[in-house]
């Protein structure tokens, strides 16, 4: 019954605007596209890399703990470590992810005129801000709290 009004609505009112791609902007979102493949790629790289530096984490305490003076590092515990490194690491993949979905998508839509695979690179990048848009709130918060704390402490201590 929807898809009726809709298709009733749609004819009624032909003279919709439609976005046109012009052959400016296809070069733009080709561009694009290859800056955030290298992007997404680099990305993957790096969280491989944390995920490695986790794993090591328990070696790397050991050897510390060995040498002199060093004792204090070896009670902080590796196991914390690994875990937030771990966390970290998948926390930077999603949106290495995101861009490399989008660059896939975008380059395909551009190249083969595919309308589908345009509009789906768009929801990846709209998805990639999204998530940058709330880790930079989350951010934020953190620092407000910081600083409210160390504003506490301050007062506390004089």
């Not at 919709?16 to 733009?28: D, F, G, K």
């Not at 561009?31 to 790629?41: C, N, P, R, S, V």
């Not at 060995?66 to 930077?92: E, K, N, R, W």
């Not at 992810?97 to 990846?124: C, H, N, P, R, W």
Request: aromatic share 16%; no cysteine.
């Amino acid at each position: 019954m929807e898809n009726n009004f809709e298709q009733t609505a749609a004819q009624e009112q032909p003279n919709l605007p439609q976005l046109i791609v012009t052959e400016n902007m296809r070069s733009y979102l080709y561009d694009m596209a290859g800056w955030t493949k290298f992007l997404g790629i680099v990305g993957f790289i790096f969280s491989g890399l944390m995920i490695l530096v986790a794993f090591s984490m328990g070696a790397i305490f050991s050897t510390i703990s060995q040498m002199p003076g060093m004792d204090m590092y070896s009670s902080l515990g590796s196991g914390v470590l690994t875990f937030i490194m771990l966390f970290y690491a998948l926390l930077f993949l999603y949106p290495s992810l995101m861009l490399f979905s989008y660059a896939v998508k975008a380059k395909q839509g551009v190249l083969y005129a595919d309308q589908l695979s345009l509009e789906t690179s768009i929801g990846k990048l709209k998805s990639f801000f999204k998530f940058y848009g709330i880790m930079m709130i989350i951010a934020i918060a953190f620092y407000v709290l910081i600083f409210f704390l160390a504003l506490v402490g301050g007062m506390a201590a004089a």
